[in-house]
């Protein structure tokens, strides 16, 4: 079993990124968000708000503008699987993989089924944009896989990731690599 991160690791960019910049394109009412969300990321520079807060707060400034979310998810990724790496998705997928990412559950669901692996993610309301749990960043990622399947913790096999923040899962596997664009590194964790 291996487990992945999705966004830079085998997704080449930020798909939240992505679909925000999607959506200020196809539905012009979520363009009010735009500085909204720069106040509530300079917020959380300023540590007024914490990541998750500033995360719920621009999903709930754009999200409730979208008038069809299946079908604009449904165009999105269209548009956007293109940017699936190819040594994933050729190369590494198995079927008993797990995806486990920050971004929003209902996001990444999509590709996850059209790519038949298993997805752990932050859980968002794609109607309002409030968080139904926390932040899967972090140790929250080592919580949220034991939760799923706690046999998963010693069966990891492989772990792959672009982030540092994600050394609590990369700790538990017998192998973890380091993704930077599609060089695959190896990881040795401390």
Not at 65 to 81: T, Y
Not at 90 to 113: G, H, V, Y
Not at 150 to 161: K, N
């Amino acid at each position: 079993m291996n487990i992945y991160d999705f966004d830079k690791t085998v997704y080449n960019g930020d798909s939240t990124v992505d679909f925000y910049k999607f959506c200020l394109k196809k539905y012009p009412k979520t363009r009010s968000s735009v500085i909204k969300t720069g106040w509530y990321f300079f917020m959380m520079m300023l540590r007024v708000y914490s990541k998750t807060q500033c995360k719920e707060k621009f999903y709930m400034s754009f999200l409730p503008r979208i008038p069809d979310m299946e079908k604009a998810l449904e165009d999105f990724w269209a548009a956007h699987e293109k940017n699936m790496k190819k040594w994933y998705v050729d190369d590494k997928r198995r079927p008993d993989d797990i995806i486990i990412s920050a971004s929003p559950e209902f996001l990444l669901r999509p590709m996850c089924e059209r790519l038949g692996v298993a997805l752990l993610a932050s859980r968002v309301d794609s109607a309002t944009g409030a968080y139904t749990g926390r932040n899967c960043r972090g140790e929250e990622k080592v919580r949220r896989l034991k939760e799923y399947m706690p046999e998963a913790l010693e069966q990891m096999e492989q772990f792959y990731s672009d982030s540092i923040a994600d050394t609590p899962l990369a700790r538990l596997a017998q192998e973890a690599y380091m993704v930077k664009g599609d060089e695959l590194l190896m990881w040795v964790v401390q």
